[in-house]
């Protein structure tokens, strides 16, 4: 028995578990479906330790014969952000693993609080070595780009290719780099988190960061990541993402990718615009820009068929032809 089976699971799991199970006695109309959908999601769900913190991943589709997506997902996201694409992925014969950051969904918080991008890149390569991925693919959205390209500095050999979603070249100054943080880490640690209505987070995200209404159950779930993400995360996240030093970095890591590299913009994301990522693209040696249209920053959520499509035609063009889907 492999290592990860033989793993308990963390308490934010096991709380996560029992309010479904409250639900389940509830029997709300409308939401037994919503609590038996999610709870053949849990079936999937593994646990194991990387550099000493216990971290939560969802491992589902062909096993180890097909292709395998490893799926980074966002600042103050968790792996749920990704169920309609696995499933998705999955119909197609694609191998998904999807996994909770530290500090993130059902992953433990980090004891020494440290959310660094470097400590995420390093818990991906403990992750990829604890399940011995060889020749996979990667997917990140917004921040999780961050994280794959400090492992794919490391790591080049192994994958096969990258998509990225909703992330590029954003231009920074010493003004940004000082206001940007504080200003972020409010709206997120000290509005949001503590509203206990979803209501005004919908509309903030309605107003801000999509151009789509989405269905009630993905609004639930993108207000559960408040609930489970560390402060911590999100006060270093956003220090990090708006830092000179990690802006300017960006352009190199790019520059180093040797595998085809897919850059899909909304149309409409105000915060990361297809200009931005246009121009990241450009970067990219094996560099490819989708502008999808009417579509904001969160396309996972918002045209998740749309971005289940993307991953799995740019696979299809980043492998063997005599591969099988």
Same mark, same amino acid.
């Not at 300017?248 to 149309?267: C, H, K, M, N």
């Not at 045209?303 to 993307?310: D, F, R, S």
């Given at each position: ?109 980090? +004891? ?32 999780? +780009? ?34 940007? +943080? ?77 595998? +085809? ?65």
């Amino acid at each position: 028995m492999i290592e990860e089976q033989k793993t308990q699971p963390t308490e934010k799991f096991l709380a996560y578990r029992e309010k479904l199970n409250q639900r389940e006695a509830v029997g709300k109309r409308g939401d037994s479906l919503n609590v038996e959908y999610e709870k053949s999601l849990i079936a999937k769900s593994c646990f194991v330790e990387l550099n000493g913190i216990l971290h939560h991943y969802h491992d589902s589709g062909p096993g180890s014969t097909g292709e395998t997506v490893l799926l980074v997902h966002g600042w103050d996201c968790w792996w749920m952000w990704w169920h309609h694409i696995i499933r998705f992925l999955n119909e197609r014969g694609i191998r998904t693993i999807a996994y909770d950051l530290k500090g993130h969904g059902w992953s433990d918080n980090d +004891p020494h609080n440290d959310y660094s991008i470097d400590s995420f890149a390093e818990n991906l390569e403990a992750l990829v070595d604890k399940l011995e991925l060889e020749n996979f693919h990667i997917a990140a959205f917004s921040f999780g +780009p961050f994280i794959a390209l400090h492992y794919a500095k490391q790591h080049p050999e192994k994958m096969l290719s990258m998509v990225f979603f909703n992330f590029g070249y954003l231009e920074n100054n010493r003004f940004v780099e000082k206001v940007a +943080p504080a200003t972020l880490n409010f709206t997120f640690n000290n509005l949001l988190r503590k509203i206990t209505w979803w209501l005004p987070a919908y509309i903030f995200a309605r107003l801000v960061l999509s151009r789509n209404a989405v269905l009630f159950h993905d609004v639930q779930i993108g207000f559960e990541s408040l609930a489970l993400c560390a402060p911590e995360a999100i006060e270093q996240s956003t220090s990090q993402i708006t830092s000179m030093e990690v802006t300017e970095s960006i352009v190199g890591f790019v520059e180093a990718l040797q595998v +085809p590299v897919l850059f899909a913009a909304g149309d409409g994301d105000s915060i990361m615009t297809p200009e931005n990522t246009k121009k990241l693209a450009g970067y990219c040696r094996k560099g490819i820009f989708v502008n999808v249209p009417a579509c904001g920053h969160l396309i996972t959520l918002e045209l998740p068929e749309t971005a289940g499509g993307l991953i799995f035609e740019h696979i299809k063009h980043c492998v063997p032809e005599n591969a099988s889907f």
